[in-house]
C-alpha cells in the first residue's frame, strides 16, 4: 500500500471518529464525577437555550440542604432508583467558585420532561447535579427545580458510576 493511500485511509478513519466525538460527549456522563453530587441554588446570571445542549450560568448563593431533602418529590419522567441514588449523595456545595456553568439538556428534551419554555437571567433555581471532572466550574444537574417548585429532570443515559451517600448530615 502507498504512503499516500496510508495517509487517506487515515484521515479518512480520523474525520469519522472526530465527527461522532460531540454526539458522545452531549449525551454521557463519563467527564463528570458521578459518586458525588451536590446541591446548589441562586439565580441564572447567563442562558444559551439551544441545541445540542442548553447552557446556563448560575451565581450561587450560601445554600445548605432544604430541610425534609430526602421526603422532595422527584420530577415528573424520573428514574427512582437514579433520582433517590442522587438525593442521598447530594452535599452543599462548598467549592471556590461563586458561578458554575451549568449543562442542561436541549430544548426538545426540556420540553419532554415538562419544561415548555426557555430559562430566563434573573430566574432562580434550585439544582442538584455533578461536577465535571476536568473543569470544577461546570456542574450537570441531574435535575432542578423552578422557583415554583416544578422540577425538571435531566438524566438520559446510565451514570459511569454510581452515586455514593453524603455524609452524615
Do not use: C
Not at 14 to 43: N, S
Not at 117 to 146: C, N
Amino acid at each position: 500500500m502507498t504512503t499516500r493511500r496510508k495517509l487517506l485511509i487515515s484521515g479518512a478513519t480520523l474525520m469519522t471518529f472526530a465527527l461522532t466525538l460531540p454526539a458522545m460527549a452531549h449525551h454521557g456522563w463519563g467527564t463528570f464525577d458521578t459518586r458525588h453530587a451536590f446541591y446548589v441554588a441562586g439565580a441564572l446570571t447567563r442562558v444559551r437555550w439551544g441545541n445540542p445542549h442548553s447552557e446556563a450560568v448560575l451565581r450561587l448563593e450560601p445554600a445548605a440542604m432544604p430541610g425534609n431533602w430526602l421526603q422532595r418529590p422527584l420530577p415528573q419522567g424520573a428514574s427512582e432508583r437514579d433520582g433517590r441514588l442522587t438525593m442521598a449523595s447530594a452535599r452543599p456545595y462548598t467549592g471556590p467558585h461563586k458561578e458554575l456553568e451549568l449543562v442542561l439538556a436541549g430544548p426538545d428534551w426540556m420540553a419532554r420532561w415538562g419544561l415548555k419554555r426557555p430559562l430566563q437571567t434573573g430566574e432562580k433555581i434550585e439544582a442538584v447535579g455533578f461536577l465535571s471532572a476536568g473543569e470544577a466550574d461546570r456542574l450537570r444537574p441531574v435535575m432542578f427545580w423552578l422557583s415554583d417548585g416544578q422540577g425538571i429532570w435531566q438524566q438520559l443515559t446510565a451514570f459511569p458510576q454510581q452515586p455514593e451517600p453524603a455524609p452524615a448530615r
